[in-house]
């Protein structure tokens, strides 16, 4: 089959299949599942029969339930994880859990992103889609206040100060 040819069959069925899955599924996933049967009809443009608009319901058809099952899986990983409690602080950690409690929510979730899974502010910004300069200006002032709020109002953990006349280390 050539490209021509194939064109011409994606202009007959394109409408008809778009209009099957908006039927059944909102427009985005109908939109995701049309480009995999499209993309089956690609793979499979030489088993193609004469009368393609059937046969395209029926790969659009397990295409469907393929998304569906999809979805499912989804929403059962996220109960299952929605019903974990998230893991305990130990004895240790029981001032910086009280100091995380007492920020805004924004706060504490910034600082884990932060903190706990290693983000750079503009791996930040694309988790909060802000720019990279408001994502560090955030960070500077979430951590300034957990700092007041553990009572720590000299440098943050690791730092010292430099006496004068010293020079930082490199």
């Known amino acids: 089959m050539t490209p021509a040819e194939f064109e011409a069959v994606v202009a007959e069925v394109w409408i008809p299949v778009q209009r099957y899955l908006r039927r059944r ?3 985005a996933t109908a939109d995701d599942v049309l480009s995999d ?3 089956v009809m690609w793979r499979r443009r030489a088993e193609l029969p004469d009368e393609p608009l059937p046969w395209c319901y029926g790969v659009a058809r397990r295409c469907m339930a393929n998304a569906l099952r ?3 899986r ?3 990983l ?3 994880i929605a019903a974990q409690a998230p893991p305990a602080l130990t004895g240790e ?4 859990a009280e100091a995380l409690s007492s920020l805004a929510e924004a706060d504490r979730e910034l600082l884990r992103l932060w ?3 290693g983000l750079a502010p503009r791996e930040l910004a694309a988790v909060l889609d802000i720019t990279p300069n408001a994502a560090s200006i955030r960070l500077h002032r979430a951590t300034k206040r957990l700092r007041t ?3 720590k109002t000299r440098g943050g953990a690791g730092h010292r100060r430099l006496r004068q006349g010293e020079e930082a280390p490199r």
């Open 78 to 80: 996220v109960d299952r």
């Open 25 to 27: 599924l909102d427009a």
């Open 74 to 76: 989804r929403l059962r």
């Open 93 to 96: 950690d029981d001032a910086l």
């Open 115 to 117: 903190a706990w899974e």
């Open 149 to 151: 709020a553990l009572g």
């Open 70 to 72: 999809g979805d499912q």
């Open 37 to 39: 049967v499209l993309l």
